[in-house]
């Protein structure tokens, strides 16, 4: 079984489009993450989650809002999108997501390319 | 603020050669430090971490790292490089005022036959 996933793992699409990037963690973790990786394989915190509570929100265009519906699920939802918004996106998740020092498991990743 | 610098952005070795990544960071309180392993077109996965115990630190496929507190670094080794370990090699930071991540930019391992 996969511990963290997310769909689509590819989404190509239209500048000025809405989409949306789901996130599954059957882990029974308490915390999740949003990542952003550019073109130079940089990793950066957009968003984390505990427990359906935000707890960092970097900076990050408005575009860009997560939604948690309970703590297995963070999805990504992002609103008119634009040319430097292709990227790899990554899910992770940790146990509590406090304290430090925690693993994160990272989901497979979500390929957006916008055209 | 806490902070990771990975010197070297590419590294080529020969299979069977020395594996040496290197990690130094930056922090205000004792850091929590992380090697995680990117295979293409993959998500991160965990090498090894450091959490204040034992300053040698083993991890899987046998990679180990050690942290030196007066150098501030968490380089990671192998000794003998083999062709699966061809990769991009990520250290990270976190600190116990919190679980968030701070990357360093990548290393991309080439093992050359």
């Known amino acids: 079984d996969t511990a963290v996933s997310q769909t689509p793992k590819y989404l190509v699409t239209q500048m000025g489009n809405d989409k949306s990037i789901k996130c599954e963690q059957n882990l029974g973790h308490d915390t999740m993450y949003w990542y952003k990786q550019d073109s130079k394989k940089f990793l950066k915190i957009m968003f984390s989650?505990?427990?359906?509570?935000?707890?960092i929100n970097e900076t990050v265009p408005n575009r860009f809002s997560p939604k948690s519906p309970d703590k297995a699920h963070l999805n990504l939802h992002i609103n008119s999108l634009e040319l430097g918004d292709s990227a790899v996106y990554f899910c992770?998740?940790?146990?509590?997501?406090?304290?430090?020092?925690?693993?994160?498991?990272f989901g497979p990743g979500t390929r957006l390319l916008v055209l | 603020a806490q902070s990771v610098t990975q010197l070297g952005s590419h590294v080529s070795v020969s299979e069977g050669a020395l594996v040496l990544l290197r990690c130094n960071y930056s922090?205000?309180?004792?850091?929590?430090l992380f090697w995680y392993v990117q295979y293409p077109n993959q998500g991160l996965q965990l090498l090894l971490k450091?959490?204040?115990?034992?300053?040698l630190v083993k991890g899987i496929n046998g990679f180990e790292a050690e942290f030196k507190k007066s150098e501030t670094s968490f380089h990671l080794t192998k000794p003998s490089a083999h062709m699966s370990d061809a990769a991009e090699y990520f250290c990270a930071v976190s600190t116990n005022t919190g679980n968030q991540f701070y990357f360093g930019t990548g290393t991309s391992l080439t093992v050359i036959p």
């Open positions: 989650y505990n427990n359906k509570e935000l707890i």
């Open positions: 922090s205000s309180v004792p850091p929590y």
């Open positions: 992770a998740s940790s146990p509590q997501g406090r304290g430090g020092g925690e693993t994160q498991y």
């Open positions: 450091y959490t204040s115990a034992a300053t």
